[in-house]
C-alpha cells in the first residue's frame, strides 16, 4: 500500500509519444504515395501518354496545326474555300509521310499492357488502323496536288480530311479511355 507522505509521482510529458505517433503516420504517408507513383499501371499509362505526344500528337500538328478534330475540319472547310492553310499546305513531303508511320509507330508502344485495359488496347489499335487508313486516302490526293490542288480535287480532299477528322476524334476518346483506365486499375498499394 502506498505510503500517504509519498508526493505523487510526476506524469510523463506525452509530447514524445505524439511526436512518434506523427513520425509513423509521416512514413506510412510517404510510403503510401511513393508505391503509389510506382505502380506499374501507373508507370505504364505515363509511358503510353508520353509516346502518344511523341508520335500522333507531333504528326497531326506538323500536318494540321493542332490535334484537334475541330481544327482539322477548319482545314477541311478553307480546303473547300480554295486556300490550303499553312501547315497543310507543306504536309504532302516529309510530314505527311510521318503522319502515315506515327501510327504504327505507336502501337508498338503498347504492347504487354495491364490485363485490366486490354481490350479497350484493342479498341485503340482498331482505331489507330482507321486513322492509317484515313491518312492514307488523303496522302493520295495530297501528293497529286503537290500543296497545290486544281479546283477539281478540293472538294474530294476535304471529305478525306471530314473522314480523317473523324478518324482522330475516335482515336483520342479511345486514347484517353485507354489512360483512364489503367491509372484507374492502379493500386492504392
Same mark, same amino acid.
Given at each position: 500500500?502506498?505510503?500517504?507522505?509519498?508526493?505523487?509521482?510526476?506524469?510523463?510529458?506525452?509530447?514524445?509519444?505524439?511526436?512518434?505517433?506523427?513520425?509513423?503516420?509521416?512514413?506510412?504517408?510517404?510510403?503510401?504515395?511513393?508505391?503509389?507513383?510506382?505502380?506499374?499501371?501507373?508507370?505504364?499509362?505515363?509511358?503510353?501518354?508520353?509516346?502518344?505526344?511523341?508520335?500522333?500528337?507531333?504528326?497531326?500538328?506538323?500536318?494540321?496545326?493542332?490535334?484537334?478534330?475541330?481544327?482539322?475540319?477548319?482545314?477541311?472547310?478553307?480546303?473547300?474555300?480554295?486556300?490550303?492553310?499553312?501547315?497543310?499546305?507543306?504536309?504532302? =513531303?516529309?510530314?505527311?509521310?510521318?503522319?502515315?508511320?506515327?501510327?504504327?509507330?505507336?502501337?508498338?508502344?503498347?504492347?504487354?499492357?495491364?490485363?485490366?485495359?486490354?481490350? /479497350?488496347?484493342? =479498341?485503340?489499335?482498331?482505331? /489507330?488502323?482507321?486513322?492509317?487508313?484515313?491518312?492514307?486516302?488523303?496522302?493520295?490526293?495530297?501528293?497529286?496536288?503537290?500543296?497545290?490542288?486544281?479546283?477539281?480535287?478540293?472538294?474530294?480532299?476535304?471529305?478525306?480530311?471530314?473522314?480523317?477528322?473523324?478518324?482522330?476524334?475516335?482515336?483520342?476518346?479511345?486514347?484517353?479511355?485507354?489512360?483512364?483506365?489503367?491509372?484507374?486499375?492502379?493500386?492504392?498499394?
Amino acid at each position: 500500500m502506498a505510503n500517504t507522505t509519498d508526493s505523487p509521482k510526476p506524469r510523463a510529458s506525452r509530447a514524445p509519444l505524439l511526436i512518434n505517433i506523427a513520425l509513423v503516420v509521416g512514413a506510412i504517408g510517404i510510403f503510401l504515395a511513393w508505391r503509389h507513383a510506382r505502380d506499374p499501371r501507373r508507370l505504364w499509362a505515363k509511358r503510353v501518354d508520353e509516346t502518344h505526344q511523341r508520335y500522333i500528337d507531333t504528326a497531326l500538328r506538323r500536318c494540321f496545326g493542332s490535334t484537334d478534330s475541330a481544327e482539322i475540319r477548319r482545314v477541311a472547310d478553307a480546303v473547300r474555300g480554295g486556300t490550303l492553310p499553312r501547315p497543310f499546305n507543306e504536309c504532302h =513531303r516529309g510530314p505527311m509521310a510521318e503522319l502515315l508511320v506515327a501510327p504504327n509507330s505507336f502501337i508498338e508502344s503498347i504492347q504487354n499492357p495491364p490485363l485490366e485495359v486490354y481490350r /479497350l488496347r484493342e =479498341r485503340e489499335r482498331s482505331s /489507330l488502323m482507321r486513322l492509317t487508313a484515313s491518312a492514307r486516302l488523303l496522302e493520295q490526293d495530297v501528293s497529286r496536288s503537290a500543296g497545290n490542288p486544281p479546283a477539281e480535287r478540293r472538294e474530294p480532299m476535304a471529305s478525306k480530311l471530314d473522314e480523317l477528322a473523324v478518324a482522330v476524334q475516335q482515336e483520342r476518346s479511345a486514347f484517353d479511355d485507354l489512360v483512364r483506365a489503367a491509372r484507374d486499375a492502379a493500386t492504392l498499394f
